[in-house]
């Protein structure tokens, strides 16, 4: 699996230089703990096995 960052194509004119390195640096923050990786796993348990979610 090959993670990748999608960026929506108007996001330079909406934030400064600062803000988008921070939201970069955040979401490889998610890539390098593999998260995106953990969270397919737990979605993958919860279709198979009908579990759902619970908050509280």
Known sequence: MRPCIL???KLAG???E???RGMFLHELAH???Q???WGWVGWQ???CTGA???CG
């Open 18 to 20: 600062d803000e988008i």
């Open 14 to 16: 909406n934030y400064t």
């Open 31 to 33: 890539v390098k703990r």
């Open 52 to 54: 759902t979610r619970s």
């Open 35 to 37: 998260d995106v990786l």
């Open 7 to 9: 960026v929506p194509s």
């Open 45 to 47: 348990w919860q279709h």
